[in-house]
């Protein structure tokens, strides 16, 4: 196509118009982004991470002699993500959520030689101290 097509093109006021406002269309579409928060799988994935581990050390706890019923609670520190490994590349890895605190409450949590067993079994499944550890009774209701 010639430049005089393109000229014939644009001398149609109805095209030119709409050139406009698909324009102006895009721009409100961009702005409005920067309003708008799309919901990342990220943090889902962390907490179904997070579900898991409690189910887990749930499940590993109750076998434990002497424990009875049990009830975790895990908290985690930060949510996964991708770092990049050096400048010059894009090779990402990722950073798997750190464990800031378990909470269990069992039958046998009040006995000094069940809670220490306990408190072994978090700190060495989940590599934690035992600080991060809190071993408690339940209550029965």
């Not at 889902?44 to 019923?69: A, C, F, P």
Request: with cysteine; hydrophobic share 40%.
């Amino acid at each position: 196509m010639k430049i005089s097509d393109y000229k014939k093109l644009f001398s149609n006021g109805r095209l030119k118009n709409a050139v406009i406002i698909v324009g102006i269309i895009g721009v409100v579409l961009i702005f409005l982004s920067s309003f708008i928060e799309i919901p990342s799988d990220n943090n889902h994935g962390v907490e179904e991470y997070r579900l898991e581990l409690q189910d887990s050390l749930s499940d590993m706890l109750s076998k434990i002699e002497g424990v009875g019923s049990v009830s975790v609670l895990l908290t985690i520190e930060n949510s996964a993500e991708g770092v990049y490994l050096d400048n010059n590349s894009t090779k990402t890895k990722d950073i798997e959520p750190v464990v800031r605190g378990v909470v269990v409450a069992c039958d046998g949590g009040d006995e000094p030689e069940i809670s220490e067993r306990v408190y072994d079994a978090v700190t060495k499944a989940l590599n934690i101290s035992s600080a991060k550890v809190c071993v408690t009774k339940l209550t029965n209701q």
